[in-house]
């Protein structure tokens, strides 16, 4: 076996025991007759409503990536939400978030803007996610008694997120003193190699250029705070569609809001594509803080637990199915698609320079 083969192997067997170990504590204290029984309180038409919440959660973040595209280069927002809903669907197909560099590379290839410098405004999106994740968990914390793990891990994050953040700020400045000396440290490089990292460097470089402008900033922070809550208002609409409150007194709005975004820092762990498992416990584990479990019915649990099983349906098959039909729509197809997966990791990815020149 080789080393590609026994990495994805190893891969593999990683996120499915983390599934199954999520699962196993998820519903270790919850019969299946009480999660049947539970179910038959599924109302469908909040599944539909719920599938397309998923669909304008994608249309958000496309949005707010066509402004952070802008100054690179002024996309439709059509083509923007194509490659967008294309790399979410990867990521439900593909294990370890490898649809971030499916839409980077295609989206690069398609537009002629490059891999690199793409690639660094997905970057930004991601770290203006953590700034809105990091900002909405301290509001929550105000009104929660959170566990020490919750506290401290919060602390760590924003210092991550905020540390990367002004890291990519300084380096987007062309006077920097930091990028100069990036550049210079260029010059210790083979002749043989320099113009090509040079190249790579230059175009990531590129895609900063929106962290220069306050009046593209303000907007993609603003958005990112509407992404996020409305993730919140999904997993509320899904909940408040079972009789949770007729058995405990619980805010259901606060509940919503910190359950996704404690998802969203959870599904950093390695697990099954769609995040099955760390879903279901993050739902619970959510749940136990504002109430105690060990005095609430099992068959609240398995209100929680069939309600991200909802989450997870709706944000897994709408987005998947139409990320397929998006991907034949831009003349790429699966076999394509693989092969540019595995070239991710090839010596010979794209750059902006290399790409306009094909």
């Known amino acids: 076996m080789n080393?590609?083969?026994?990495?994805?192997?190893?891969?593999?067997?990683?996120?499915?025991?983390v599934t199954l170990l999520c699962l196993f504590l998820a519903f270790r204290q919850i019969s299946f007759q009480q999660i049947l029984a539970s179910s038959n309180e599924i109302n469908w038409w909040i599944v539909v409503l719920a599938s397309v919440m998923a669909i304008l959660a994608i249309g958000l973040r496309a949005w707010r990536w066509q402004m952070i595209l802008k100054p690179?280069?002024?996309?439709?927002?059509?083509k923007v939400f194509n490659f967008t809903m294309?790399?979410?669907?990867?990521?439900?197909?593909?294990?370890?978030?490898?649809?971030?560099?499916?839409?980077?590379?295609?989206?690069?290839?398609?537009t002629k803007t490059g891999?690199?410098?793409?690639?660094?405004?997905i970057l930004i999106e991601r770290l203006f996610d953590g700034v809105a994740i990091i900002v909405l968990l301290v509001i929550i914390m105000l009104f929660i008694d959170g566990p020490n793990w919750l506290h401290y891990g919060s602390i760590a994050a924003a210092i991550t997120v905020l540390s990367a953040l002004l890291l990519l700020g300084?380096?987007?400045?062309?006077?920097?003193?930091?990028?100069?000396?990036?550049?210079?440290?260029?010059?210790?490089?083979?002749?043989?190699?320099?113009?090509?990292v040079r190249a790579k460097l230059d175009a990531f470089l590129y895609g900063l250029n929106m962290l220069k402008d306050w009046n593209t900033i303000?907007?993609?922070?603003?958005?990112?705070?509407?992404?996020?809550?409305f993730m919140g208002l999904t997993v509320y609409v899904i909940l408040i569609s079972f009789p949770i409150t007729n058995?405990?007194?619980?805010?259901?709005?606060?509940?919503s809001l910190t359950t996704v975004i404690l998802l969203s820092l959870a599904v950093i762990i390695p697990s099954s594509p769609g995040y099955i498992g760390v879903t279901q416990l993050v739902f619970i584990t959510t749940f136990g803080l504002f109430t105690d479990p060990e005095t609430i019915d099992g068959i609240v649990k398995s209100y929680i637990l069939n309600g991200s099983i909802i989450f997870n349906f709706t944000q897994y098959l709408p987005v998947t199915i139409l990320g397929i039909i998006l991907l034949f729509k831009e003349g790429l197809s699966f076999k394509s698609l693989n092969v540019k997966k595995k070239s991710m990791t090839s010596k010979t990815l794209p750059t902006k320079v290399e790409i306009a020149s094909e």
């Open 3 to 17: 080393r590609s083969r026994l990495k994805s192997v190893l891969q593999i067997s990683v996120s499915l025991a």
């Open 72 to 78: 690179i280069k002024h996309l439709q927002f059509g």
């Open 86 to 110: 294309i790399g979410f669907m990867a990521n439900n197909i593909f294990p370890a978030h490898a649809g971030e560099l499916v839409r980077a590379y295609l989206m690069g290839r398609k």
């Open 115 to 121: 891999f690199f410098s793409v690639s660094s405004t």
């Open 170 to 196: 300084v380096l987007a400045s062309n006077q920097s003193k930091l990028r100069v000396l990036l550049f210079r440290l260029l010059d210790l490089l083979p002749k043989k190699i320099k113009p090509k």
């Open 218 to 229: 303000l907007p993609v922070i603003a958005l990112s705070f509407l992404l996020w809550l």
């Open 247 to 255: 058995y405990v007194a619980i805010n259901m709005e606060l509940l």
